[in-house]
C-alpha cells in the first residue's frame, strides 16, 4: 500500500487500547530496521522525521528511504510524519515534499498564537489531504533543535484543549504529563533511587492525562519524549569509553498504560540511539581491527530492529494491528 496518513491508524488504536509507535529516522539502517520489526510483526508504524534529521540527511534521501520502506513492505500501513516544526513554512515544504502527517509545534508561544499559527498548517495541510498534530504545553528537555531549559517546561491545562482543537481544527494533540525528550528526562533531585541505586523518575500526570481525555472523547492523544533510556545500553555505553552518567527515561509499564488509554501515538527516539551507539561502542571494542562501515552497521540496524520489536510488542501493544 501507498504512505497513508494516522487517521485510520489512530482510530483503530483507540478503540483498540493500543498505540502506534512514532519512531525517528535519520539514515538507512533506521529505517530498515525500525520497518523490518513493523513487517515481521504485522505493526502499523510512524516514521517520523525531524528538522534536525532534515538538515543532517536531506528531504529527498529520507523520503525516497521511505518510499523503499513501504515497497519492501507492502502489507503495513506506515504514515512520514514531521516531528516538531517549528512554522509554516517548514511544514509546507514537507506537506509540498510527500509528507502525509506533520506536527507544528508552537507550544512555547501565547495560546492565541499558537492557535493562529496551527490553524494556517491546519488549512494548508486538509487542502492537500495531509493531518496535522499540534501541541499543548511544554517538554522539558533537549531533542535536536527543540530545547526547553529546566525549569521551562509545563503541564498541558485540560480547561484549554477544548478551545483549542475547535479553533485549530488540528487532527491529533501532544500533551504533556511528565515526560521529557532526550536521555537525561530527570535532574537527580527530581527522582528517588531504588535499592540499587538507580534513579527512579517521577510518576506520569495520569490525572491530567484522564481530564483530557474526558474533555477530548475519542480524540487521539499524543505523548513525545516517551524513551524509557534502558539501563543495559547505558551501561554499555559506559563501559565501551562512553559518558551517561544519570541518563534515565520513562518506565515502560507506564507508557503501555498510557496506550490503554486515549494515547494513540507514542514518540520513541533515543532509546533507538542508545541501541546503536551502544552497539558500535561494543563492537568497535571487541574488533579493533575492523573499518568497514558495514561491519558495524549491520549489527547496529538488527539492535534497532530489536528495540522496535520489543517497543511494538511488549510496550505499544500494536502487533497484529493491520
Known amino acids: 500500500m501507498p504512505l497513508v496518513t494516522t487517521t485510520e491508524m489512530f482510530k483503530k488504536a483507540y478503540e483498540g487500547g493500543y498505540a502506534i509507535g512514532a519512531f525517528n529516522v535519520n539514515n538507512m539502517e533506521i529505517v ?49 510524519h514531521l516531528d516538531h516544526g517549528d512554522s509554516f513554512e517548514l511544514c509546507k515544504s514537507c506537506i509540498d515534499g510527500g509528507f502525509t502527517s506533520v506536527m507544528i509545534d508552537m507550544s512555547s508561544k501565547p495560546f492565541d498564537e499558537n492557535v493562529e499559527i496551527t490553524r494556517q498548517v491546519v488549512e494548508y495541510a486538509h487542502a492537500h489531504g495531509v493531518v496535522v498534530e499540534a501541541e499543548l504545553g511544554t517538554l522539558e528537555g533537549v531533542e535536536d533543535e527543540v530545547v526547553v531549559e529546566a525549569g521551562q517546561a509545563s503541564y498541558t491545562r485540560p480547561e484549554e484543549v477544548e478551545e483549542f482543537v475547535t479553533r485549530t481544527g488540528c487532527d491529533s494533540l501532544a500533551i504533556a504529563i511528565g515526560t521529557s525528550h532526550g536521555a537525561y528526562k530527570f535532574r537527580p533531585e527530581q527522582c528517588t533511587r531504588n535499592e540499587k541505586g538507580i534513579l527512579v523518575p517521577p510518576p506520569l500526570r495520569f490525572d491530567v492525562l484522564e481530564d483530557v481525555a474526558k474533555r477530548l472523547p475519542g480524540f487521539p492523544i499524543v505523548l513525545h519524549g516517551s524513551s524509557s533510556v534502558p539501563q543495559e545500553f547505558v551501561k554499555i555505553i559506559n563501559e565501551n569509553g562512553g559518558n551517561m552518567p544519570d541518563a534515565i527515561g520513562i518506565p515502560e509499564e507506564q507508557l503501555r498504560e498510557a496506550a490503554r488509554s486515549a494515547v494513540c501515538k507514542i514518540n520513541i527516539d533515543s532509546d533507538i540511539r542508545l541501541a546503536m551507539t551502544a552497539t558500535i561502542r561494543q563492537y568497535f571494542a571487541e574488533h579493533p581491527e575492523h573499518f568497514d562501515p558495514r561491519q558495524y552497521l549491520k549489527p547496529a540496524r538488527q539492535a534497532v530492529k530489536d528495540m522496535v520489536a520489543h517497543k511494538i510488542t511488549e510496550v505499544l501493544g500494536s502487533n497484529g494491528r493491520i
Not at 536531506?58 to 523520503?63: A, K, P, Q, R
Open 32 to 80: 530498515q530496521g525500525i520497518t523490518e520489526a513493523a513487517g515481521e510483526l504485522k505493526s502499523p508504524v510512524i516514521l517520523q522525521v525531524s528538522k534536525g534529521a532534515r538538515a543532517y540527511a536531506n528531504h529527498t534521501y529520507l523520503v525516497k528511504l521511505v518510499e523503499a520502506a513501504v515497497k519492501e513492505n507492502p502489507d503495513i500501513p506506515i504514515a512520514l
